[in-house]
């Protein structure tokens, strides 16, 4: 099969995404080297280069990419409304427990916040108001994912609705 240029950089970047991925779960990210990285994702140290500066950019893109694959998602799906939105994410997430889970026991969550941060829009344009709102919905989430993921990841995004209406009531 014959890729064409985008296609093959698309899939240099997965291999090398899942390349690191598993070394993750086999030691930390100041101990894996470039080398060893594109040896693992059966590419040259170039094809790291040309799309990358730091390892972490790889998880970050990663990161990014997911949650705009969920909001392709969300939003065509004719079901989706308000309501649903929390459960899906959480879904979402659940469905990519080995990415979230790695990046948790890797001590690189805080990539899931940056792109939560960057998703929810959160920029220093805004009115203090708005800006203070999205802040608590941001961090609220992030917090609520972390602790889940801690958790295991137990409940589904519907289970977690509910525990949430059940201690907003008490």
């Known amino acids: 099969m014959n890729m064409n240029n985008e296609q093959k950089n ?3 970047k997965r291999q090398i995404t899942a390349a ?6 086999e030691k930390k990210l100041a101990d894996i080297s470039i080398s060893e990285l594109t040896d693992r994702a059966g590419v040259g140290r170039v094809s790291f280069y040309r799309n990358y500066q730091a390892k972490e950019d790889i998880l970050r ?10 909001g ?3 939003e065509a799906n004719p079901e989706s409304a308000p309501e649903t939105l929390f459960p899906s994410l959480f879904d979402f997430y659940r469905e990519h ?3 979230y889970t790695t990046l948790y026991e890797a001590g690189m969550s805080t990539i899931m916040m940056d792109t ?3 998703t929810i829009q959160i920029t220093p344009e805004l009115q203090n108001l708005e800006a203070y709102m999205k802040s608590f919905w941001a961090y609220g989430i992030y917090g609520w994912m972390l602790e889940w993921i801690k958790r295991g990841m ?3 995004g519907s289970e977690l609705i509910r525990l ?3 201690a907003h009531k008490q």
């Open 61 to 70: 893109e990663e990161s990014d990419r997911l949650i705009q694959e969920w």
């Open 97 to 99: 427990r080995d990415f």
């Open 116 to 118: 939560i941060i960057s």
């Open 10 to 12: 698309t899939w240099v």
């Open 20 to 25: 690191l991925l598993d070394l993750l779960r």
């Open 72 to 74: 392709k998602l969300y």
């Open 164 to 166: 949430f209406q059940l």
């Open 154 to 156: 137990q409940e589904s």
